[in-house]
C-alpha cells in the first residue's frame, strides 16, 4: 500500500492540473470549459464585427422585418387597386348615355301622358268592370311602387295571351299611378310584331315600349335600354318566359331577366305575380278581349339576390354564372308561386339542381367527396373528383366532372385578376 504522503503529492498535482485547465484558477464545475470556450469564439467574432460593420444576427433581423413590412404594404396596395378595378358591383356593366338609343324611349309630352291614361282606365275597367278580377298580394305591389327614389323596379310575371300586359299590369297598378305617365312601367316586345310598321312602331313608343329583336343576345340595344331605364330607378315589367305559354303551363326562364338584374349599378327590387283566366279573356287568334271571365292574380314577395351577388364576389364568377343563377332563382320562384296559385305541382324544370355556380363552394366537395383519396384545402379535391367518377352513375359523373371544370376555370379567373392587379 503506498504511503500516505504519496497520495497528498498525488492529490495536489491532480489539483494543479485540474487549475490550469480552468478558465480561472480551479475548474469548480463541468461546464467551466464549455463557456471558456464559447467566450474564447466570442472574443474572436467580436472584432470582425466590428471591422466590416456588419452584425449577421441583427442584418438577418432588419432584412427580415423589412421583407414583411414591404410583403403586407404590396398586399394592401395591391388590394386597394383590385378594389378600384373590381368595385363592389364587379360584375355589372355601365350602360351608355342615352344619347346611344336615339328615339328608342320616345318623349314624355302630352300624347304620351294622354296614351298612358286613357290605356290604364280603359284596361282597369274592362278587368274590374266586366270581367272579374281577384287580386291577393296587391299590397307588396303598392310597397314595392313607393320604394325609395332611384332603386329599380323589376316586375315579373307568366305570359299567356297578348294583351297581358296592359289588362293585368293595369288590373293590379293602383289608380294613383295611372295618372302618373313618369313613374307606369317600361316593357318589352318583339321587333317583328310591335314595331313591323310606322304606326305599330309610333304607338308602342308612346306606350314605353322598348324594342327586341329574337336571337340577337342579351347585349342588343332594348336590352341595353332597359338596363339603362332600370339605372334611372324606373320601373320595368317582362315575360321572363320569352314568349306565350300555347297551354297555359309555366315554360322554363329565359336568361333576360339575369341581364337586367346583374345590369343594375344597384340592387333592384324584384317582384313575382302569377296570373290564371288570361286565355279565356283573350284566346288564341283574338284581337279584342271578351268579357264576363274570371281572371286571378296573385303577387309573391319580393326575390332577393344579395347572397348571390357575395357569392359571385367571393367566388370569382364570370357574368354569365351570374346571369345563369340569377335566372335559376327566378324561375323558382315565379314556379312556387304559380303552382300555388294553379293548386298543381311545380314544373319538373324548376325542381332540377342549381346550376354550376354552385357546385364550386367548399360545401359541394366537402359533401360529395368524403371518401376522396387526396385534398388539398377545402375546395380543391382532384382525387375525390375521380373517386367519384368510378362511384357515380354515368350522367351524375358527367355533371361532376363539368362542375370541376368550372371550378378550375373560376380560379383562373380569380388568380388572373390579382395578377393584374399586382401589374
Not at 37 to 65: C, E, I, M, N
Not at 172 to 196: E, G
Request: charged fraction near 20%; include cysteine; proline fraction near 8%.
Amino acid at each position: 500500500m503506498p504511503p500516505f504522503g504519496f497520495q497528498s503529492s498525488l492529490f495536489q498535482s491532480y489539483k494543479a492540473l485540474l487549475a490550469k485547465l480552468g478558465p480561472k484558477g480551479y475548474l469548480e464545475e463541468p461546464g467551466s470549459m464549455v463557456h471558456h470556450a464559447k467566450s474564447k469564439l466570442w472574443t474572436g467574432v467580436r472584432p470582425r464585427k466590428f471591422q466590416y460593420g456588419v452584425d449577421p444576427k441583427g442584418a438577418f433581423t432588419r432584412l427580415k422585418t423589412a421583407f414583411l413590412k414591404a410583403k403586407a404594404e404590396g398586399k394592401r396596395r395591391a388590394e386597394e387597386r383590385l378594389k378600384r378595378a373590381l368595385p363592389e358591383n364587379l360584375l355589372r356593366r355601365k350602360v351608355p348615355p342615352p344619347s346611344e338609343f336615339g328615339d328608342m324611349f320616345g318623349k314624355n309630352g302630352i300624347s304620351r301622358a294622354v296614351m298612358l291614361f286613357a290605356m290604364g282606365s280603359m284596361s282597369k275597367a274592362f278587368m274590374h268592370g266586366v270581367s272579374k278580377t281577384n287580386v291577393e298580394g296587391a299590397e307588396i305591389l303598392e310597397k314595392a311602387l313607393n320604394r325609395p327614389k332611384g332603386q329599380p323596379l323589376i316586375t315579373i310575371s307568366n305570359h299567356v295571351a297578348s294583351l297581358d300586359d296592359p289588362l293585368v299590369v293595369a288590373a293590379i297598378t293602383p289608380s294613383s299611378i295611372v295618372t302618373q305617365p313618369q313613374n307606369i312601367r317600361w316593357t318589352l316586345c318583339a321587333k317583328d310584331r310591335c314595331f313591323s310598321n310606322p304606326i305599330f312602331k309610333s304607338f308602342f313608343r308612346t306606350s314605353k315600349v322598348l324594342p327586341v329583336e329574337r336571337g340577337a343576345g342579351l347585349r342588343q340595344p332594348g336590352m341595353r335600354a332597359a338596363e339603362y331605364q332600370l339605372n334611372q330607378g324606373d320601373w320595368i315589367h317582362i315575360f321572363p318566359e320569352g314568349t306565350r305559354s300555347r297551354k297555359g303551363e309555366l315554360l322554363p326562364m329565359r336568361p333576360g331577366i339575369g341581364q337586367l338584374v346583374v345590369g343594375c349599378e344597384k340592387s333592384p327590387l324584384v317582384v313575382p305575380f302569377v296570373h290564371s283566366g288570361m286565355d279565356k279573356v283573350v284566346p288564341k287568334g283574338a284581337v279584342l278581349p271578351r268579357p264576363g271571365n274570371t281572371v286571378n292574380v296573385l303577387v309573391g314577395d319580393p326575390i332577393e339576390f344579395g347572397d348571390l351577388m357575395a357569392l359571385a364576389r367571393e367566388r370569382n364568377w364570370s357574368e354569365g354564372d351570374l346571369i345563369m343563377a340569377v335566372t335559376h332563382r327566378v324561375g323558382q320562384k315565379l314556379a312556387v308561386l304559380w303552382s300555388k296559385l294553379e293548386q298543381t305541382s311545380v314544373p319538373s324544370w324548376a325542381m332540377k339542381t342549381p346550376p354550376l355556380p354552385f357546385d364550386r363552394d367548399g360545401v359541394f366537395w366537402k359533401n360529395r367527396c368524403l371518401k376522396g383519396l387526396w385534398s388539398i384545402g377545402t375546395e380543391w379535391r382532384p382525387l375525390s373528383l375521380v373517386y367519384s367518377l368510378y362511384e357515380s352513375k354515368s350522367g351524375h359523373s358527367l355533371g361532376l366532372l363539368a362542375s370541376y371544370v368550372e371550378f378550375c376555370c373560376a380560379r383562373a379567373r380569380g388568380v388572373q385578376q390579382i395578377i393584374h392587379a399586382y401589374n
